[in-house]
């Protein structure tokens, strides 16, 4: 079907892990273009996050960090998890790097403003790109995230000489489904985190045949290796880039979507 011939957005769904969708449909309100109709907002988390039993990796962690040493917090889940082992003002570590501006607000809250918070982009690029002069060579490096993710940051801070160690604190489920899912092309489906497009896929799988029209569905993605795994997971309908996880950043790039699919078609 051609992008031309299909239907007007109906419904959104947000999927971050409960309590956390409160600000997208917040921005998603607010960045509302005069005319347009609001599509019917729907919360239906793909992840559900826990932190680990004991503090997970971080206690032996600690007891190795030095002064000198960089921590980087993946997410905010990663600072609340993490200052609940131990505050962070109590941390050996003398600098901290936030992936995101999110991130960097929960470590600022958290009384250790991030050192590096990237600016160009909310992703492990942007911050790649804030820490290029940032002698690595030698240095020790930890990485505080849940059980998997980030291996390109991890990969190029080790190109340039730095000591990687990865610290988990929490980790990541698919939560059981909660049919009837909202599915095809005139739903738009808004997914930042790269696991839960496992769980999307997965879920295309638990739904009673219901799979085309699920794959069939509209993604609005935070990048091209977000796009690139969604379609390597057999996703079929278009899949958008935002260019960020970023609230407002998300809200401005689903109107764009919303307002291309309920124009008028040429010559009406």
């Known amino acids: 079907m051609a992008d031309r011939d299909l239907p007007p957005i109906r ?18 309100v607010a960045a509302r273009p005069a005319g347009l109709v609001q599509p019917n907002v729907i919360t239906q988390p793909l992840l559900a996050i826990q932190p680990l039993a004991n503090g997970g990796e971080l206690p032996d962690a ?31 570590a003398s600098e ?44 020790r490096v930890w990485i505080i995230r849940g059980e998997t993710g980030r291996e390109l940051l991890a990969d190029s ?5 730095a000591e990687l160690h990865f610290v988990a604190v929490y980790q990541r489920e698919c939560p059981a489904p909660r049919p009837p899912f909202p599915a095809g092309p005139a739903c738009l489906w808004i997914v930042t985190a790269p696991q839960a497009l496992d769980c999307f896929a997965r879920l295309a799988g638990e739904t009673d ?5 699920l794959l069939d569905s509209n993604l609005l993605v935070i990048n091209e290796r977000a796009r690139d ?8 309908g278009p899949i958008l880039l935002a260019g960020g996880p970023g609230a ?7 109107w764009a979507l919303i307002a291309e699919r309920q124009a008028p078609p040429p010559g009406h």
């Not at 409960?18 to 998603?28: D, I, K, M, P, V």
């Not at 407002?248 to 689903?254: C, R, S, V």
């Open 11 to 28: 419904e959104v769904v947000l999927t971050r892990p409960a309590g956390s969708n409160a600000g997208l449909r917040e921005a998603l």
């Open 62 to 92: 600690l007891s190795a960090m030095t002064p000198a040493d960089l921590v980087v917090f993946v997410s905010p889940r990663a600072v609340e998890a993490a200052r609940d082992v131990r505050p962070l003002s109590d941390w050996p």
């Open 96 to 139: 901290f790097a936030a992936v995101g501006a999110a991130t960097g607000r929960a470590l600022a809250e958290a009384g250790r403003p991030a050192a590096f918070l990237p600016g160009s982009s909310e992703d492990s690029e942007g911050l790649l790109e804030c820490l290029r002069d940032v002698p690595m060579s030698g240095r």
């Open 157 to 161: 801070l080790a190109a340039r000489g």
């Open 209 to 213: 045949g219901s799979e085309s029209g």
């Open 229 to 236: 795994r969604a379609w390597e997971l057999g996703v079929r």
């Open 248 to 254: 407002e950043t998300l809200a401005h790039a689903a």
